[in-house]
């Protein structure tokens, strides 16, 4: 068995006998319900990982003077405590997470939430989307949040994702995508920099490695 995990990802790792397709209701629900049952954004925005995103994040912000930040997916607020930026918007499609995110950070004025149904087109100096273009599962919805993503960013735009196609072997609230080829046919960005993953993938440590790299757009 250690030897099948080693050469695939641990989403792979999920059988699809427990999480088929045919049973998933859609990316929004999923995770809607993932929040409302107390779970969190995962491991991604946990520990190592959540430390390591905070500092290229945290650097880039001072570096680039950035005044403002807006999130598509901001989950359960876990990663944003690790985060130093003047000002703050979360949107996120789950009700429950957003009404959690404004429960641990309330009364602090730099930090704002907003569900998905209920957000006004608004943009900041940078966008920015974490862990959360792999999950997009359907095509309108992984399209309309893109639009939306580098619509938002004024100057830059931070993906944190991986970069490949799906193979048909993911679980049923994960799907790979080559992201970077709609951004070179649908925006005005050019790719600044690709940061690896300070923890690359490890089979054997699905809980403290990631499939994700850092992805710096910059408006031309």
């Known amino acids: 068995m250690k030897e099948f995990l080693k050469k695939i990802p641990v989403v792979k790792a999920?059988?699809?006998?427990?999480?088929?397709?045919?049973?998933f209701a859609g990316s929004k629900a999923y995770w809607e319900n993932r929040y409302k049952t107390g779970g969190h954004?995962?491991?991604g925005s946990y520990n190592n990982l959540a430390l390591f995103k905070a500092e290229v994040l945290n650097k880039f912000v001072?570096?680039?003077?950035?005044?403002?930040?807006?999130?598509?997916?901001s989950g359960d607020g876990n990663q944003l405590k690790l985060f130093q930026f003047p000002l703050y918007t979360g949107v996120d499609v789950s009700h429950a997470a957003i009404e959690q995110c404004k429960r641990i950070f309330a009364g602090d004025e730099t930090k704002r939430f907003v569900q998905s149904a209920s957000f006004t087109p608004t943009s900041a100096d940078m966008a920015l989307s974490l862990d959360v273009i792999y999950h997009l599962v359907e095509?309108?919805?992984?399209?309309s949040y893109m639009r939306q993503l580098f619509e938002s960013?004024?100057?830059?735009?931070?993906v944190y994702s991986s970069n490949y196609e799906d193979d048909g072997t993911y679980a049923s609230h994960v799907r790979p995508r080559k992201f970077t080829e709609w951004v070179e046919k649908n925006t005005s960005f050019r790719l600044l920099e690709m940061i690896p993953n300070a923890f690359p993938f490890d089979a054997e440590k699905p809980e403290s490695t990631s499939f994700a790299?850092?992805?710096?757009?910059?408006?031309?």
């Open 14 to 23: 999920l059988s699809k006998l427990v999480a088929g397709k045919k049973q």
């Open 153 to 158: 960013g004024e100057r830059f735009v931070i």
């Open 41 to 43: 954004s995962g491991a």
């Open 213 to 220: 790299d850092f992805y710096i757009y910059e408006r031309k």
């Open 139 to 143: 095509d309108v919805v992984f399209d």
């Open 62 to 73: 001072v570096d680039h003077q950035i005044k403002s930040v807006i999130e598509f997916g």
